[in-house]
């Protein structure tokens, strides 16, 4: 097991278009593991019982400046076996869902459907307002080990619309749990 269906990096771009993705393991990345200015699109597409068996992210992981914009999909019964049950992001990685149901994932540790981490942080990070959006999407029935059972969030410009987080389960913050060091 490697990482990721998917592996993808030096500003690769890849685009999913009423896709099913369905019970992919990988060690990270459960379906798609991207590093280094990667892009991801995902429009009308499904993730189904992926894991990621030894890390994160059991349908995406992603570091260094990704950027992923997910809409009109859905993400249900994903695992990892630390963070991110459906995303596992790091530094520089920016998402936007729209109109995207993230449902029954679990997580070993934080963020049971997302978990955003802002690694290494510096000034230089900060000022980067690295975004994650989420709007008229649904976290259900999410749930992680430790914290954030739907969303775990370090240092990001966090917005939320018109969204609903219900079911949720965590240590601390069963729908969200955010943080923001400064």
């Known amino acids: 097991q490697g990482n990721g269906v998917v592996h993808a990096n030096s500003y690769a771009s890849i685009t999913s278009i009423g896709s099913t993705f369905l019970m992919n393991r990988a060690s990270y990345g459960g379906v798609f593991a991207l ?24 349908v995406v992981f ?9 809409e009109s999909s859905l993400f249900f019964g994903n695992k990892a076996t630390l963070s991110g049950g459906s995303f596992a992001l790091g530094s520089g990685v920016s998402l936007n869902l729209h109109s995207t149901n993230i449902s029954s994932s679990i997580a070993g540790v934080d963020g049971g459907g997302v978990a955003h981490y802002l690694v290494n942080d510096t000034a230089y990070q900060r ?21 954030g059972g739907g969303v775990y969030s370090i240092n990001h410009l966090l917005v939320i619309r018109y969204s609903t987080f219900e079911r949720n389960d965590g240590l601390a913050g069963a729908g969200i749990y955010f943080r923001h060091n400064t």
């Open 62 to 70: 992603a570091q260094s400046n990704c950027r992923l914009f997910i």
């Open 35 to 58: 590093y280094e200015n990667a892009n991801l699109t995902m429009i009308d597409s499904v993730a189904r019982n992926n894991s990621a068996t030894n890390g994160s992210g059991g």
């Open 127 to 147: 000022q980067k307002q690295v975004s994650f959006s989420i709007t008229d999407s649904l976290f259900f029935s999410n749930s992680a080990g430790r914290n």
